[in-house]
T-cell receptor, first 114, second 111 residues
Framework: AQSVTQPDIHITVSEGASLELRCNYSYGATPYLFWYVQSPGQGLQLLLKYFSGDTLVQGIKGFEAEFKRSQSSFNLRKPSVHWSDAAEYFCAVGSMEYGNKLVFGAGTILRVKS | KAGVTQTPRYLIKTRGQQVTLSCSPISGHRSVSWYQQTPGQGLQFLFEYFSETQRNKGNFPGRFSGRQFSNSRSEMNVSTLELGDSALYLC??????????FGSGTRLTVV
């Protein structure tokens, strides 16, 4: 069965510090990978996506993610966190083999302290 | 370019009633997917429509149904509402490898 694991439910970082959010997946097909961010009461905003090619993907708001097939991981990084980055972050995986269906991780809530 | 529009934003319904939610995808996007988000179960796939045909379905009871119109707008219907149907319902539209763009969601509360 397809699954996505985000091991950290909550993460707190200081403003200006670096950030890494972890994502591991189990998927029996060639995966497409996504990171979304959600502010309270809002929908999901796409930060970045990986379909193929370069395994280091650049996204919006200064985020990047690296696809590591050998580790089944797609970790999200940002070199310097801003207070406005506080939100919940979701990793998701999809595949053409499974149709347009995304499987989401449980999410990681990011708190930023000043 | 307008984003994905979901209406209404908020709904309060009574147990046993039915509800219809609407989603207008990004112009040119033919695929519309629906997701349910709850604190306990997280984000779960409901179904996906492409060119008016249901192409994929998640593990939800038959009370949850949907349809897509020729202009790609989609509706989902939940009949005989239960308290556990209270959730944020999110719609996403897609045009192949562009990824999935989500709307702001409809917050459904069942009392």
């Amino acid at each position: 069965a397809q699954s996505v694991t985000q091991p950290d439910i909550h993460i707190t970082v200081s403003e200006g510090a670096s950030l890494e959010l972890r994502c591991n997946y189990s998927y029996g097909a060639t995966p497409y990978l996504f990171w979304y961010v959600q502010s309270p009461g809002q929908g999901l905003q796409l930060l970045l996506k990986y379909f193929s090619g370069d395994t280091l993907v650049q996204g919006i708001k200064g985020f990047e993610a690296e696809f590591k097939r050998s580790q089944s991981s797609f970790n999200l990084r940002k070199p310097s966190v801003h207070w406005s980055d506080a939100a919940e972050y979701f990793c998701a995986v999809g595949s053409m083999e499974y149709g347009n269906k995304l499987v989401f991780g449980a999410g990681t809530i990011l708190r930023v302290k000043s | 370019k307008a984003g994905v529009t979901q209406t209404p934003r908020y709904l309060i319904k009574t147990r046993g009633q039915q509800v219809t939610l609407s989603c207008s995808p990004i112009s040119g996007h033919r695929s519309v997917s629906w997701y349910q988000q709850t604190p306990g179960q997280g984000l779960q796939f409901l179904f996906e429509y492409f060119s008016e045909t249901q192409r994929n379905k998640g593990n939800f009871p038959g009370r949850f149904s949907g349809r897509q119109f020729s202009n790609s707008r989609s509706e989902m219907n939940v009949s005989t509402l239960e308290l556990g149907d209270s959730a944020l319902y999110l719609c996403a539209s897609s045009a192949g490898s562009s990824g999935y763009t989500f709307g702001s969601g409809t917050r459904l509360t069942v009392v």
